[in-house]
């Protein structure tokens, strides 16, 4: 009776529509995937976008949005450095694969604009310079080279550097016009002149690799800083060491600060330097002292890779080694802005706060990731010391519980947009891997972990409680019951905090009494193990997702299966309500969202936009919106478009319903060339094939005038409906007509031109060889049966009209022939009949046989190789002979004719035979057997 109920509840107000509040349609509306995997990063001048590189593509990143703008696709080689040119104008990127490519990155799309293999070695370090027209590259394989950009060639190559070059750099025009600055392995600082292609200075006091150099504005001082953990100050024009700072630790990065009103007293320039303790530092100079420190600093610190500065404001970009992009104030040093390029696998996902504006991550580290769903930018929560696996959010967001491998569960307050720990739970013998924290009023927690057991833990001490200044206090968990025979992998609370539901490895759902721990009931019938259970926030029921691709739910009442959903084709990993618990949604491992109605068991969307398992999934607390994350490193965020949806369909109805008048009117207008725009806009290949059959049968020379007024494009489109019905026999000539007038109406070049032109043609070629060998077969046959037709037709010309003709000796031939003829009155009417049908002989025939008679002297005639026309041509003498032939030729012509001769052959045959009888002075009828002929002799004839 739940079921009843609960369909009762959904069917509400429906017939056969979609209740109003159902979902149907989500749209992708923010996606944050991988942008970094590592390297120098490059803003452009503008500061407007950011160039990472990721893995053998470089991303072209939106720093405000914090979202993929485009990528500009490697060769599947890593990428090894980026520079940027001064006029925004062109990116040069170098990979392993010793390639060296331009790119037009503003054009759109983005085109490379030469290429070229510039070292034999890898490309470590590039730099332009001022004017945009040199690039200075430095390779592992310790030369330099200077390249012309607008004309492409190189212009310089210098040789002497120690090991792989590190860094270069051409100076600024106040040290001198066309000085370039390397560093190499060997720690050497070399200055080149490009005028005399000489290196003109040597600076020598690091003993280990140099990572960035900077000058003074005036280009007297050079600061560099390397990885033997100082920052060497040098006079520029004597090469001279002017003061050692150290700074004790590994350096990566160095940026000159050029605002002179934060100097401290006694310093003439600041300086900030970043490392292998993953803080970034100010400095003074020529105090050498440390002014100040970041002041948010993680329990492990990740080494910074990368600093660069920014020209139009103070911010530093900061590349850390965990794929982190941050804009530092260079002032308070304090992140404004976090990016992270990489997610690795995202293992869980919840929303916190009422509004849903931002969402925290498990992403297979140790730390908890926030991100605000428009800007993407993300903050780092510290605390656990192992992977984090599970997440779980009270009803108004604003507390967070997480289970760890480091066998503890979390809670932390969402406060001012930023997560505080809170209080520690501590008491379970394996991996926390489910967690669930209280629906109603967050009172307590559940977890659930690999050790098969659970435990509830009091939240009650933490509402007097003051929250934040670091301090966390310890959880008692109120009891510890052994729930399952193997791993616990989910724990959902129901909505009146009176039970919970725990979902194990060993196929089972166990439903257990909040305040005692007492188990209610057990739901049996998944055939591989429980990834995920949710209680319904309105109704009796819980929603399981199982590793047999299913989808089930389940009555509370007696803990017996309702309905199953199947749809998926592997595990189902994660599944929630929506639409006030009339839907579900659910995500497997062959990285699919389905979007389920209850009452009807039917898939209403698909969500596809991950390659990997989907983990992670979270729904927002009103619906509209839809988190989730994957194996992929991806996280997406969809919005319900329902309604847009719905809008928008109703809107192509209406304008297909005005569109489709204005066609039928054009079509009765006759006005073919928009009308057939128009189908062909609207995509009716059925409206198209009307239009044009109209044509073909009024003139269809008419087509060659359309068709040379169509685009490319609407030639392509006409094309491809012309191969579908070419398809069809009924069909093929309207379509054979079409490409015919095309090929005579439009050039070869031109045709050339439309889009999958090949494609289109590879596709005609088949069906048209087919229906030309079927016509050619049609044309043989019709001028067969015309020519048994003009066999079989009748003389117009009677014998009186014959005799009236031809006269004087034909008349005596006639009249021979006619007496022969009453010797044998009934073959010559058979004859007559049968043989006209059949060989069309008449009285012209006669006449040949006369004139062949009066030829014949002393000529030989062998019966037996003349057939039945030779026969008829022998001796008139010969009665008997000439009769049975002229009686096997009634016959056969009898038989011929059919039932339309049936009445005159039954007469003729009749006829002839008493005819023949009377002439033999015999009353029995001739035998049908065939009587040998005989040869006549020399006497005889």
């Excluded at 310093?267 to 440390?290: H, M, N």
């Excluded at 100040?292 to 890779?305: D, H, V």
């Excluded at 020519?787 to 008349?811: C, F, I, K, N, V």
Aim: aromatic content about 6%.
């Amino acid at each position: 009776h739940t079921a009843t109920a609960l369909d009762e509840k959904m069917a509400a107000g429906t017939s056969t529509a979609m209740p109003a509040g159902l979902r149907t349609s989500y749209a992708l509306d923010g996606q944050m995937e991988v942008m970094y995997t590592g390297g120098p990063v490059k803003l452009d001048m503008e500061e407007r976008v950011l160039f990472a590189p990721c893995q053998d593509t470089v991303k072209i990143i939106d720093v405000a949005a914090g979202r993929v703008l485009n990528t500009l696709e490697g060769d599947t080689e890593p990428v090894m450095s980026l520079a940027i040119s001064p006029d925004n104008q062109t990116l040069a990127v170098s990979s392993r694969s010793l390639m060296l490519r331009l790119w037009a990155w503003n054009d759109t799309p983005s085109t490379v604009t030469r290429q070229f293999k510039a070292h034999t070695g890898p490309v470590m370090a590039m730099a332009f310079d001022s004017t945009s027209a040199l690039l200075a590259t430095g390779s592992s394989d310790t030369t330099i080279k200077v390249w012309d950009v607008v004309r492409g060639y190189c212009t310089h190559n210098f040789r002497g550097s120690q090991g792989v070059v590190s860094m270069v750099l051409f100076a600024p025009s106040c040290v001198g016009d066309l000085k370039l600055f390397s560093a190499a392995e060997g720690g050497k600082i070399r200055s080149w002149d490009l005028k005399t292609s000489k290196a003109a200075a040597t600076f020598e006091s690091h003993v280990s690799v140099v990572r960035q150099i900077a000058f003074t504005p005036d280009g007297a001082l050079m600061f560099s800083a390397a990885r033997d953990k100082v920052v060497c100050v040098w006079d520029v024009p004597t090469a001279r060491l002017i003061k050692t700072i150290p700074i004790l630790e590994t350096l990566e990065g160095l940026v000159l600060l050029s605002d002179t009103d934060e100097v401290p007293k006694g310093d003439q320039y600041c300086f900030l330097t970043a490392g292998d303790k993953g803080i970034v530092r100010k400095w003074g100079y020529p105090s050498g002292k440390e002014v100040l420190a970041e002041p948010t600093t993680p329990p492990k610190p990740t080494p910074i890779a990368y600093m660069a500065p920014q020209r139009k404001s103070n911010d530093v970009v900061v590349v850390g080694g965990d794929q982190t992009i941050s804009m530092l104030d260079s002032d308070s040093l304090e992140r404004n802005k976090i990016l992270v390029g990489y997610n690795d696998e995202v293992i869980d996902l919840a929303y916190l706060g009422l509004d849903s504006q931002h969402i925290v991550a498990a992403t297979n580290c140790e730390d908890l990731r926030v991100f605000d769903v428009k800007t993407f930018a993300a903050t780092t929560a510290y605390g656990h010391s192992d992977i984090i696996l599970t997440l779980s959010t009270s009803k108004d967001g604003n507390l967070l519980a997480s289970g760890s491998k480091d066998r503890t569960v979390r809670v932390w307050a969402w406060t001012d947009n930023e997560l505080v720990p809170v209080a520690v739970g501590q008491g379970h013998a394996d991996v926390v891997g489910a967690v669930a924290v209280a629906v109603r009023k967050p009172t307590f927690v559940v977890t659930g972990s690999k050790d098969t057991t659970i435990k509830l833990w009091d939240l009650t001490l933490l509402e007097n409680m003051e929250i934040g200044g670091g301090k966390t206090h310890a959880l008692t968990a109120k009891y510890t019951r052994r729930a399952h025979d193997k791993e616990i992998n989910t724990v959902s609370v129901a909505p009146n905090d009176k039970i919970f539901v725990t979902g194990s490895q060993d196929r089972t759902i166990k439903v257990w009494r909040a305040v005692d721990g007492d188990l209610q009931g057990v739901m049996r019938g998944h055939k591989r193990g429980i990834w995920s259970v949710q209680v319904s926030p309105v109704d009796q029921v819980v929603a399981s997702a199982s590793g047999d691709n299913t989808v089930r739910i389940w009555a509370l009442s007696d803990c017996s299966c309702l309905k199953t959903f199947e749809g998926h084709a592997s595990s189902v990993l994660k599944v929630v309500f929506v639409s006030q618990g009339m839907q579900l949604v659910s995500s497997g491992s062959d990285g699919l969202i389905k979007v389920w109605t209850i009452k009807t068991n039917e898939n209403v969307a698909t969500l596809d936009s991950h390659t990997d398992k989907v983990w992670a999934l979270a729904a927002s607390e009103d619906g509209q919106a839809l988190v989730t994350g994957s194996g992929d490193s991806v996280i997406a965020v969809w919005r319900d478009d329902t309604v847009e949806q719905r809008d928008a369909k109703a809107s192509e109805a209406e304008e297909a319903v005005r569109l489709g008048q204005e066609l039928s009117n054009l079509m009765l207008q006759q006005q073919y060339l928009p009308a057939l725009k128009l189908a062909l806009r609207l995509k009716q290949p059925g409206n198209v094939y009307k239009l044009l059959t109209t044509v073909v049968a009024s003139d269809a020379t008419q087509l060659q005038g359309l068709v040379t007024e169509l685009t490319s494009s609407e030639l392509a489109l006409l094309l491809s409906y012309a191969q579908t019905w070419n398809t069809h026999s009924g069909r093929s000539f309207t379509a054979q007509t079409l490409v015919s007038a095309m090929m005579r109406a439009i050039s070869p070049a031109e045709l050339a031109k439309v889009p999958g032109m090949s494609n289109l043609i590879e596709g005609l070629l088949p069906y048209t060889k087919r229906h030309l060998a079927r016509a050619s077969r049609l044309l043989q046959q019709a001028s067969f049966l015309d020519y048994t037709h003009q066999l079989m037709r009748l003389p117009a010309a009677s014998t009186e009209g014959d005799a009236a003709q031809h006269g004087g000796a034909g008349g005596e031939k006639r009249a021979r022939r006619a007496g022969l003829d009453r010797d044998g009155e009934g073959d010559g009417q058979g004859d007559d009949e049968g043989d006209g049908g059949l060989g069309g002989e008449g009285e012209a025939a006669a006449d040949e046989r006369e004139a062949k008679r009066s030829r014949r002297d002393g000529v030989e005639v062998d019966s037996d190789s003349g057939g039945h026309d030779d026969h008829r041509n022998s001796d008139v003498g010969d009665s008997d002979d000439d009769s049975g032939e002229r009686q096997r030729g009634s016959r056969v012509s009898g038989h011929a004719n059919g039932k339309s001769k049936g009445d005159g052959k039954g007469r003729g045959n009749d006829e002839g035979q008493s005819a023949e009888r009377r002439a033999n002075g015999s009353s029995a009828p001739p035998s049908t057997k065939k009587t040998p002929k005989r040869k006549r002799s020399k006497a005889a004839r």
